[in-house]
C-alpha cells in the first residue's frame, strides 16, 4: 500500500474514505446548530458558536498532533522505517494525553481569561460557559485521538479514519437528539454528547492501531527519546502551532466580530459559516490525500510520485470545489430555513449567503497547499506563509468592514483565503526531493 504508484484512481482511493467521513463532521455541525437553533432562542445558538470557537482555540492550536504526526510517519513508512515511524506515533500519543490534562486542570483560568475577551451578550456568554466547563472534560480524549488519526493517515489506512470518524460523529449526533431534544438538557446535552462520542472513537482507534501494530517488537525508550527525533518532532510541531493558532484567531476574529453586531448577525454568521465548514470538510479530503502521497513520496525519494500527487490532487479538487459552491447555491436558502426556525436570522443569513456560496472556488488552494506543506514538513514556510496572510486579512478587515460592514467582513475572509494560497505557492519550489532509483 505504501509504494503503489500514483494516479487519480490513487488519489480519489486515498480521498474518498476521507470525504465520506468529513461529511458527517460538519453534518454534526449542523444537527448541533439545528437542534439548539429550533429552541427558538437566538442566544443559545451564538453560545453555540462561542462555545466551539473556544474549543478550535484549545484543539486546533494542538493540531500539530495530527498534522505532524502525520507528515513523519509518512516519511517514515516511504523510506521503510516502521519502527521509526511507530515511535513518531508513540511520542505524539504521550504529548497529546499530557496537554489534555493539563487542559483539564486549567479550566478555570482559561475560562477566565477567554470569556473575558469576549463581546457576546450575557446571556451568550452564561450558555456558552456551561458548555465549556462539560466539553472540557474530553481534553484528553480529544488531543490523544488527534495522534490516532496522525497516524492512520500517514500509514494511508483512510479506511479505518472513516470508521472512527464516523463512530465519533454519528454517535454524537445521536447523542444530541437524545440529550438535547428527548431529555432537553439544551447545551449542556451538546457538550455531553461531545464528550462520551470522543471516549467511544479513541478507544475504536486505540484497537485498530493495535491490531495492525500486534506483530511488531516493542519499541525501546532510547528510540522514543532519540535527540534528533525529538528535535525535529519539536521544530515541526512548533511551526505548525505557531501556523494553527494564526489561522484559528482569523476565524475566532471573524466570529467576535459579527458578536459585535448583536446575537442575530452572530447567529446568521454561525449559520453560514457551518456552509464553509461543510465545503472545507469536502476539499480537506483532497489536501489529507495530497499530505500522505507527498510525504511518502519523500520518503522514498520519487520526485516523480511527489508531482503527479501534487497535480491530481489539485485537479481533482477543484472539480469537487465547484460541484460544492453548485450545490450551496441550489440548496442554501433551503438549509437555512432547516437550521433556524428564527425568522431575523433567516432573512440576515440569506443577505450574506453569496460569500458561503463562493468560499470553495476561492479556499480550495490553500486547503491542498496546507497539505503539501505537511506532508513536505516543509513546516517554516507554512508558518511564515500564515503570518503574511493574517497581517493580509487583518488590514482587509480594517478598510472593507469600515464600509461595508458585515459584507466587508465576508470579504476579508476571502481575501484570507486568497492571500494563504499566493504566499504558500511561492514557496512551494521548496517542496522537492533528492532522487533515489526506483522502478518507473
Known sequence: MQNQEISRFRVFHLAWPIILSNTSTPLLGLVDTAVIGNLGDAALLGAIAIGGMLFSFLYWGFGFLRMGTTGLVAQALGAGQNNAARAAFYRALIVGLAIGSALLLLQYPIATLAFSLINGSEQVEAAASTYFHIRIWGAPLSLTYLAVSGYLLGSQDTRAILITQLVLNLTNILLDLLFVLGFHWGVEGVAAATVISECLALNVGLFIIGRKMKNNTPIGLRVLLNIGDLKRMFVVNRDIMIRTLCLIFAFAWFTNEGARSGDVLLAANAILMQFVSFSAFFLDGFALAAESLVGNAIGSGRKDRLDRGIRYSAQLAFITALLVSLILLLFGNLAIDLLTNVSEVQSTAREYLVWAIAAPVV??????????????????????????????????????????????LWAALMLYFVARAVSLYYYLPRVKIVERPGPL
Do not use: P
Not at 486547503?367 to 506532508?375: A, S, T, W
Not at 516543509?378 to 469600515?402: C, D, P
Open 363 to 408: 479556499s480550495v488552494w490553500c486547503y491542498l497547499l496546507d497539505g503539501v506543506f505537511i506532508g513536505a514538513t516543509r513546516t517554516q514556510e507554512m508558518r511564515n506563509a500564515m503570518l503574511i496572510s493574517l497581517l493580509v486579512y487583518l488590514a482587509g478587515w480594517k478598510v472593507l468592514s469600515t464600509y461595508f460592514d458585515n459584507h466587508g
